[in-house]
């Protein structure tokens, strides 16, 4: 089943996947331009809704939607709201048809687990559309190399992590975990080709996100992000069908076929009024009756206003986060399913004082934007660079339960950080720490990421020990964190317990799982995964050769020439993964210094690529700082 | 350790040309950017990646007037934090105490506009200790003194502009 990612007559295509709460896509970049696939159910869009059949089999799209209300404790939609949140997260007490698997211990309370006849987790379930969308993809592309797959601006690190460990147990190469607005507005820059200043409305099925940035020589840069994680269609539905539920007679009681039928109608309801002024629908009553619920768009507005209002609030924000006011904005593009409802269009409106933009789809314009970035990924003359931001600061608890703000929100990504600790009591050989993310000045308030203990401090009278602490997040926005004692140097054992999502080892068991073979496929799968990296890099060592071959000294490309061949005899002649791996790693660290020195010469002609102009500009001002050291070194304080 | 100035290649200077930093972080940022090294071994995309999160960090310390003069003072041979400068004059105290209770009962009370003004006016007050700190920076020799006096300031300022931006949050 996994084998067939390699068609070796056929060059692997890099794929970009929307993972939506409601439907999901998979795109392409062909002669440079985006195109959605075919998925299986024939269209473009496929329901994000996975069915659980009694006999084992598992139903992906429309027919698991078709499942919804006959069958909805089997059926999970939405699972996307559910991405790394724990078992007694809120949203498991919302309005809704499926249930959830009590845990047995605070290991599987760490994730929410629905309850299908089994339990399973929203990683596999969200696995689950992903592996569809991949055999849609292999069959009209024969290969597929890696994918980009989008999230909402607004998740936090745990449900990144969850939307990449789905990736990973999909069997796909995860190459980078992209906001879906900056998807978006790539989408619509590459098409426009127009500079400028412009703000993202996104309203999706389950979550919100506003983005500001400004687009400049190929640069797209995000000023500022916000939204809300947990607001969106869904959420209108919710309005809807309480009010349906209390028509039909429906008791405090929820019984799920009820509730699906509910939420089934209210978004027929909401659909209908995109282009009517009132709709209505015939649903069954209490004793057998039937009634003709009716909604006018005045009702729905009515019943959508709070919702706005808490997405207005988050627009506002990002504006003065970004210190820009709406005015100064050149357009606004309107993304996701949820901006077709007209009350949304004309509160955009209001809100930012000009009319809103939607000429590309606003369904697909994520899933175009994820394949122009994979297809830029893969690429290496690319001329377009996404610079986006953490979108909720990152932090540490402090003694009395405060937080440390290390890192703000909106930085810019890749980001770094640095805070150092004391000791508190003499002789203290360990230390807590809590990671934590969130705007709240409470660690109780913000979103728990993780605990980290450190042992194997030296003992010593309390504050003397010096625990410097960094926390830093990739350009997916996924965290990473060291720390050292600096007064002795010596290095500490650190272990990680993340406060919610699943364990690699967990992870690893579930891919195992679902591999016919288990450990034999997947040995075979890293022996083609590695084989295509290893190809991946001859091709990157070559290049390199071609244009940075003077930055080696003869010594060293001799040590360079025997790894590549080296490598290129394992990918022929390997029948297991961990020779290629081998020669990877000789190859990785035969070129290590040069890389650095490439590097080197990458940042110089980035600096000597301002104009002489500017050069004579600053040579006149650095009449500055710089005169001043060298005429008062040595003499400061 | 390498300067903020140094890794971003624009002159150590108070009064930077924003632009012009927004530029050089752009055109660095398309050198090191881990995307631009999607394809390559691993310890170059570690080194990538850490190339790209000095250049964003120094890009941050040299946009926020406070890290920025900060840098600069290290530079002087002068490393101050929050926690070792000398303290703002008690008028300036006074001042912005009584801001923070106006904008604490503003904030209570639920009034928007209340808090918009206090926003701007701490904004504003910001500014004008920017432009003093940028006047000081172009003296020669460089009142350090001086310097730090403001700096204390601009602090104070800024927790009261940040929670002003934290009550606007809120309603």
Redesign the interface.
């Known amino acids: 089943m996994l084998l067939d990612i390699f068609d070796p007559k056929a060059a692997p295509r890099a794929i970009g996947i929307d993972l939506g709460t409601t439907n999901s896509i998979v795109a392409y970049v062909r002669d440079g331009a985006p195109v959605a696939l075919t998925t299986c159910d024939g269209g473009a869009l496929l329901p994000s809704v996975v069915h659980y059949g009694s006999n084992g089999a598992v139903l992906v799209g429309r027919a698991a939607k078709a499942q919804l209300t006959r069958a909805p404790g089997r059926t999970v939609a939405s699972v996307k709201r559910f991405m790394g949140k724990g078992a007694a997260d809120e949203e498991t007490t919302r309005l809704g048809a499926v249930s959830f698997a009590t845990p047995q211990d605070d290991e599987q309370a760490r994730s929410v687990r629905f309850d299908v006849g089994r339990a399973v987790t929203p990683v596999e379930v969200s696995a689950e559309i992903l592996r569809s969308l991949k055999q849609s993809a292999l069959d009209q592309l024969r290969a597929v190399g890696g994918a980009v797959l989008t999230v909402p601006a607004y998740f936090d690190d745990a449900q990144r992590q969850a939307t990449k460990d789905a990736g990973r147990l999909a069997g796909l190469e995860v190459?980078?975990l992209l906001n879906e607005p900056t998807a978006a507005a790539l989408a619509y820059g590459l098409e426009q080709k127009q500079n400028g200043l412009f703000a993202v409305y996104d309203l999706g099925g389950g979550t919100f996100d506003v983005t500001i940035l400004r687009l400049?020589?190929g640069?797209f840069?995000v000023k500022s992000s916000g939204g809300d994680s947990a607001l969106g269609g869904d959420d209108m539905d919710r309005a809807i069908a309480q009010r349906l539920l209390l028509q039909m007679g429906a008791g405090d009681e929820r019984v799920p076929e009820v509730v699906a039928l509910a939420l089934s109608a209210a978004r027929e309801l909401k659909h209908a009024l995109t282009n009517a002024a009132e709709a209505s629908i015939e649903l069954p009553a209490k004793a057998g009756a039937t009634i003709i619920a009716k909604l006018s768009r005045d009702e729905l507005d009515q019943l959508i206003e709070p919702l706005l209002e808490r997405t207005g609030?988050a627009c506002?924000?990002a504006l003065?986060d970004a210190g820009v006011e709406a005015g100064a904005l050149d357009g606004v593009i309107l993304v996701g399913g949820s901006t077709r409802v007209p009350r949304v269009r004309s509160f955009v409106a209001e809100l930012f004082g000009k009319a809103p933009r939607c000429e590309l789809d606003p369904e697909l314009v994520v899933a175009y934007g994820a394949a122009l970035q994979a297809d830029?990924?893969?690429r290496?003359d690319?001329e377009v660079?996404?610079?986006d931001v953490l979108p909720l600061s990152l932090g540490i608890e402090t003694m009395g339960g405060g937080v440390d703000k290390i890192l703000p929100r909106n930085?810019?990504?890749?980001?770094?950080?640095r805070s150092t600790f004391t000791t508190y009591a003499d002789n203290q050989t360990g230390f807590e720490l809590h990671v934590v993310q969130g705007?709240r000045e409470l660690a109780a308030d913000c979103r728990s990421l993780a605990r980290f203990s450190l042992r194997g401090i030296p003992p010593m009278p309390a504050g003397m020990a010096r625990l410097e602490v960094e926390l830093?997040v990739?350009?997916n926005s996924l965290l990473k964190v060291s720390a050292r004692e600096t007064t002795t140097g010596i290095a500490q054992e650190i272990s990680v317990q993340p406060t919610y999502g699943l364990s690699d080892d967990d992870v690893e068991r579930m891919l195992i799982e679902a591999l016919d073979h288990g450990e034999e496929d997947l040995e075979r799968r890293r022996l083609v995964e590695t084989r295509v990296e290893g190809e991946?890099?001859l091709?990157?060592t070559h290049k390199g050769l071609a244009s940075d071959a003077d930055l080696l000294e003869p010594a060293e490309r001799a040590e360079v020439d025997v790894a590549l061949s080296a490598l290129r005899d394992a990918i022929a002649s390997a029948a297991s993964a961990s020779p290629v791996q081998a020669a990877?790693d000789r190859?990785?660290?035969a070129?290590?210094v040069w890389?650095?020195r490439r590097?080197n010469r990458?940042?110089a002609?980035?600096?000597a690529?301002?104009s002489v102009s500017?050069i004579e500009?600053?040579v006149k001002?650095?009449d500055?700082?710089?005169?001043?050291?060298a005429?008062?070194r040595g003499t400061?304080? | 350790m390498t300067s903020p100035f140094e890794l971003l290649?624009?002159?150590?200077?108070?009064?930077l040309?924003e632009q012009?930093l927004?530029?050089?972080h752009?055109?660095?940022?398309?050198?090191?950017?881990?995307?631009?090294y999607?394809?390559?071994?691993?310890?170059?995309r570690r080194?990538?990646?850490?190339?790209?999160?000095?250049v964003?960090?120094a890009?941050?310390k040299l946009r926020d007037p406070i890290s920025r003069a900060e840098a600069?003072l290290s530079?002087?041979?002068?490393d101050v934090s929050e926690t070792n400068q000398p303290r703002p004059e008690p008028s300036l105290l006074m001042r912005v105490m009584e801001q923070r209770e106006e904008l604490s009962s503003a904030r209570r009370a639920g009034e928007r506009a209340r808090v918009e003004a206090l926003a701007a006016q701490a904004n504003s007050a910001a500014y004008e200790a920017t432009e003093r700190m940028a006047d000081a920076?172009?003296e020669?020799?460089?009142p350090?003194e001086q310097v730090l006096k403001v700096l204390g300031e601009l602090r104070y300022l800024q927790r009261l502009k940040e929670e002003a931006?934290?009550a606007?949050?809120e309603l």
């Open positions: 190459l980078r400049e020589d640069v840069q609030k506002r924000r003065r830029l990924l893969t290496d690319a660079l996404l610079l930085t810019t990504i890749p980001a770094g950080a705007e830093s990739d350009e991946r890099l091709l990157a990877i190859l990785d660290h070129t290590h890389a650095g590097m990458a940042v002609q980035a600096i690529g301002r500017d500009q600053s001002h650095a500055g700082v710089d005169a001043h050291v005429r008062h400061a304080p | 290649g624009v002159p150590s200077l108070f009064a040309d012009e927004e530029k050089r752009r055109d660095l940022s398309r050198a090191l950017h881990p995307d631009r999607a394809g390559r071994p691993s310890s170059e080194e990538a990646l850490s190339r790209a999160i000095s964003n960090e890009f941050r600069l530079q002087l041979g002068r920076f172009s020669d020799p460089i350090v931006g934290a606007l949050d």
